[in-house]
């Protein structure tokens, strides 16, 4: 089985994204809004003109599935406003798993706010695990959207968390939302930023002392992670830190959102098999076709099967093993959907 261990509902329908905007607009503290009227008719055309035409053009059997990244926007509103609409967010995405359950598996999004303690996210966290059979969370080391207000990702600040994720064995993708700040474009920097930083974070701590069973996934390749290797192993020596591959690749992970095919095979060739997952974003960041291939652009699976030094028990572990090892809760999660 071939799972994307990225992908975002990119095709809400229309009335979902409205919500949000007349939440926002109503300002912090209005009062609460009914939800929107969705069905599941639209649901359904939403995705299989989208996401399911793609996974099968591309031979992809299942998407771990979360809201739209950028639509987070955690900065946007007040604990109580993100808390409402990443109760929607989620159930909607629960939604599309009910309705296509051998194509998609939940991953969902937390009521952040900037400056707000993450316990507040302990309660939803656990509604989509125990409730909706998710497999693990989108993270925001940035809920400020490019201001960078909150303690790094390896202060105690962000410990409750921690502790939930670990005891119901679920893993988190580490991914900023939408940018307000001028200087970072969303997807082009403020994303690649985020994985960069969070990397950096980790490196300087002693986070996975306290955690030993603790994961994440830094997505969209690692950033600038794996292409400066040697500067980040140098720094860690210059700290008298241990060697990476012993402080951090027993808990951080990599995925495939490296949308050309001489990026990808330094991916492969610098971080361990056993540390990449593969995914494609998709619909994503970058949709169009790549005009020097011929090829559309996130169409990673190509990307792989051209790593010509890789093994087949290398891309087996790619193409499902490691996500299936990562996400603690998913293969059996995937064997409740295929028996609906």
Known sequence: MIIDCHGHYTTSPPAHEEWRRRQVAAGRGAAPMPPPQISDDEIRASVITGQLRVQGARG?????????????????????????WADLSNTLIHRVVRLFPRNFVGVCQLPQAPGVSLANCIAELERCVTEYGFVGCNLNPDPSGGYWTDPPLTDRWWYPLYEKMVELDVPAMIHVSSSCNPNFHTTGAHYLNGDTSAFMQFLTSDLFRDFPTLKFIIPHGGGAVPYHWGRFRGLAQDMGRPPLTELLLGNVFFDTCVYHQPGTELLARVIPTRNILFASETLGAVRGVDPETGHEYDDTRRYIEGVAWLTPADRAAIFGGNARRVYGRLSAQLERQLSW
């Open 60 to 84: 992809v059997d299942m998407t771990i599935f979360s809201p739209r990244a950028a639509g987070m926007a955690h900065h946007e509103s007040d604990a109580a406003g993100n808390a409402a």
